[in-house]
């Protein structure tokens, strides 16, 4: 503020000088020009002088638009009276000037006196505003106000077995009271958990929606503040504003901005805006009404201590959405629009899109209709679009006919090894897995190696169909590569006690020679799965138990 007040009354200063340079220049511009006699004589003779006036010992005289001054002593005046009138200046005119210029001096400082005077009564009021507003908080004008929410999950198409895990929590914002009774108690906090585009955001507000209770937004990225302790302000204001409004969901978007885990690089502001997270969650009770749902792509960078129980200890995976699912989609997208290809059609060439990336598919494919002048969309504008939309996207999710007969006998080893050898699952897709990292202190030798054979099987798979081995397996050689150097390095699992060069290849060699075994003695059972992930894109362990049943 005092650099403020410098820099205007410099410029103030500025101004009065330039003001006085240019009355000054102004002055010495119109003083008359200083004349000998023989010029005098010569501009009387010419008849041009208009008006003369003495001005103490001098006689100015005007002719046009110039004046020429010389000494009234030097001249005869009746003579000059003779040929114009004289007038006579009882007044210094630079001392008039000079009042003049005093006189607005006086008027200018005034002005800017009242100027300062005015912007300090503004500034005033203005941080008693923002004092005010600070005490309620600065930023949070925006988020504290609760929005109802106009989506239903009739509006978000896709996602069957999300919505089925909503509805409990739905069921519990309506009807408390019928929890209460009974002392049941639901999770604080659901962490939504898939990649960008696949309606994280949408399903919150479905969930509000569906519940009819006031919904407040926030995104991660926002709580973290440059300055120290607005993070955390937030983040009270927030969960005092959501407790007022009881029953209602808190929606923290891209939480991983805030809920990272803490060490390494620090970052106090953000460790005490988590802190401060972490402690509302445990200040309010399971029966406050509040529910607080999050979303994020990056579940592994998460701090542990926002996982664990109390907390966001519920997870819902939402993975890319298989074939069933896309046909919803884009029937939704459809709807309003006349289109001669069929969903069905859409969904096999769709393989790898999102939610966001279909709405975009069919946006697309409407534009290049309008530009062909047609007025349906047919299939010819989906294909000339469909390139355009994956821009950006792995080649890995381009699949034609025979790249997802691969990726199908692919996804398929690993969903029988992972049900074969108890590693925990909800659903394996064409595209990813969800196997389940159980948290256990103590994991044994067989179980480490339990999941390097399920990582090895898709390659195994292949390799015993097609005598040949594919870059698909990219990943999973990674995985299971990390899993034995960990048995070796870190847990003394190898040949001897101490880790040798060649026991982590010994154990992968190890795994893949015995689930290779496994699969050729499994070879009926493997072919039905792929041919089901084939077509369905997508199988649940509860899906692959019974079809295994069923041909065991």
């Known amino acids: 503020m005092q650099l403020f007040k410098s820099k205007k009354l410099m410029l103030s200063l500025m101004a009065i000088s330039l003001i006085t340079t240019l009355l000054a220049f102004g002055y010495l511009r119109i003083a008359p020009k200083i004349i000998d006699l023989p010029t005098y004589h010569a ?11 003495v001005d103490n010992n001098e006689v100015v005289l005007y002719a046009h638009n110039e004046s020429y001054a010389i000494l009234k002593d030097g001249i005869d005046i009746q003579e000059l009276l003779k040929v ?21 001096l006086v008027v200018l400082l005034g002005f800017f006196t ?19 507003a600070y005490a309620f908080d600065p930023f949070m004008t925006s988020i504290i106000r609760p929005v109802r929410s106009s989506v239903s999950f009739k509006d978000v198409a896709g996602i069957k077995d999300v919505k089925e895990e909503l509805e409990e929590i739905v069921d519990f914002l309506k009807n408390p009271i019928k929890y209460k009774k009974y002392g049941i ?18 399903i919150a507000k479905a969930v509000a929606g569906e519940a009819s209770v006031p919904f407040f937004y926030q995104s991660g ?7 120290v302790g607005m993070g955390a302000k937030r983040v009270r204001e927030l969960f005092s504003q959501a407790k007022a409004n009881a029953p209602s969901i808190i929606f923290i978007d891209e939480i991983d901005a805030v809920g990272k885990a803490r060490g390494g690089m620090r970052n106090d502001e953000r460790e005490s805006t988590l802190n401060q997270l972490l402690t509302e969650m445990d200040g309010f009770e399971d029966s406050s009404g509040v529910i607080v749902i999050a979303a994020t792509n990056k579940i592994e960078i998460i701090d542990e201590a926002l996982l664990r129980s109390g907390r966001f200890d ?24 006349p289109t001669m290809a069929s969903p069905e059609e859409l969904a096999n060439m769709s393989v790898g899109f999102s939610g966001a990336a279909l709405a975009t598919f069919v946006n697309e494919a409407a534009i290049n209709a309008l530009r062909r002048e047609s007025i349906y969309l047919e299939l010819q504008d989906f294909v000339a679009v469909r390139q355009k939309v ?6 890995m999710l381009i699949f034609s006919d025979e790249e997802k007969e691969i990726q199908s006998l692919y996804q398929a080893a690993k969903a029988l090894c992972a049900y074969w050898f108890e590693i925990d699952f909800d659903k394996i897709t064409i595209i990813n897995d969800r196997l389940k990292d159980v948290d256990r202190e103590i994991e044994s030798k067989t179980q480490m190696l339990s999941k390097i054979k399920v990582y090895l099987a898709g390659s195994a798979a292949t390799k015993l169909k097609y005598n040949e081995k594919f870059s698909n397996a990219t990943e999973d050689l990674l995985r299971a590569t990390e899993i034995a150097k960990q048995m070796v390095e870190v847990y003394g699992m190898g040949e001897k006690i101490i880790p040798n060069d060649n026991d982590v290849l010994i154990i992968l060699e190890s795994a893949y020679k015995e689930i290779e075994k496994f699969l050729e003695g499994m070879n009926t059972t493997l072919e039905q799965i792929a041919k089901e992930l084939n077509e369905k894109e997508s199988i649940t362990k509860i899906r692959l138990k019974e079809m295994v049943d069923a041909l065991l």
């Open 84 to 104: 114009v009138p004289i007038q006579v200046e009882k007044e210094n005119p630079l001392l008039a000037d000079l009042t003049a210029l005093a006189l607005l």
């Open 314 to 337: 519920r997870r819902i995976f939402i993975p890319l959405p298989d074939k069933n699912d896309r046909i919803e989609i884009l029937k939704s997208y459809l709807k309003n629009k």
């Open 43 to 53: 501009l009387l003779d010419s008849g041009i002088i208009t008006k003369a006036k």
């Open 114 to 132: 009242y100027a300062r005077k005015k912007r300090a009564e503004e500034t005033k009021k203005e941080n008693e505003a923002n004092q005010k």
């Open 221 to 227: 990225a926002t709580f973290v503040q440059i300055y």
């Open 185 to 202: 108690t639901l999770p604080r906090g659901v962490l939504l958990v898939g990649p960008p585009g696949v309606g994280k955001t949408m």
């Open 390 to 395: 994956l821009m950006g996207k792995k080649k």
